[in-house]
């Protein structure tokens, strides 16, 4: 009888201190991963901004020289989110369209449907 009061409470207590075990080891992992998204939402934030402003220069809102001072500001930025992100025209997962919110895995991108480079 006794074994198998401890046989049981040996399992309820793997049952309830897992959960707690499972997330302190991958903590690491979901941090990681919320920085590259969060480097990934900003990305696109520039990238939308830099729309904009090509938008604003194409119905003379502002001067060439305007233009070219915002959107090289914004470049800059891109390249050095680029370098954090390590992006490369070789990375896995790249489109020529210049999208980087691939599926993971994907072999065509869902954005232009143009085969990934591998």
Same mark, same amino acid.
């Given at each position: 009888?006794?074994?198998?009061?401890?046989?049981?409470?040996?399992?309820? #207590?793997?049952?309830? +201190?897992?959960?707690?075990? &499972?997330?302190?080891?991958? $903590? =690491?992992?979901?941090?990681? *991963?919320?920085?590259? *998204? @969060?480097? !990934?939402?900003?990305? $696109?934030?520039?990238?939308? =901004?830099?729309?904009?402003?090509?938008?604003?220069?194409?119905?003379? @809102?502002?001067?060439?020289?305007?233009?070219? *001072?915002?959107?090289?500001? +914004? +470049? !800059?930025?891109?390249?050095?989110?680029? $370098?954090?992100?390590?992006?490369? #025209? %070789?990375?896995?997962?790249? /489109?020529? /369209? #210049? !999208?980087?919110?691939?599926?993971?895995?994907? +072999? &065509? /991108?869902?954005? /232009? #449907? %143009? $085969?990934? @480079?591998?």
């Amino acid at each position: 009888m006794d074994f198998l009061l401890l046989l049981y409470a040996s399992i309820l #207590g793997m049952i309830l +201190i897992s959960p707690f075990l &499972y997330f302190s080891l991958n $903590k =690491n992992e979901s941090e990681f *991963n919320y920085s590259d *998204n @969060k480097l !990934k939402i900003e990305r $696109k934030m520039l990238l939308e =901004n830099l729309r904009d402003l090509k938008t604003d220069f194409e119905t003379k @809102k502002f001067s060439e020289s305007d233009f070219n *001072n915002l959107s090289s500001d +914004i +470049i !800059k930025k891109l390249e050095e989110l680029d $370098k954090k992100m390590k992006l490369t #025209g %070789n990375e896995e997962n790249s /489109c020529t /369209c #210049g !999208k980087i919110d691939h599926i993971p895995m994907a +072999i &065509y /991108c869902y954005h /232009c #449907g %143009n $085969k990934l @480079k591998a």
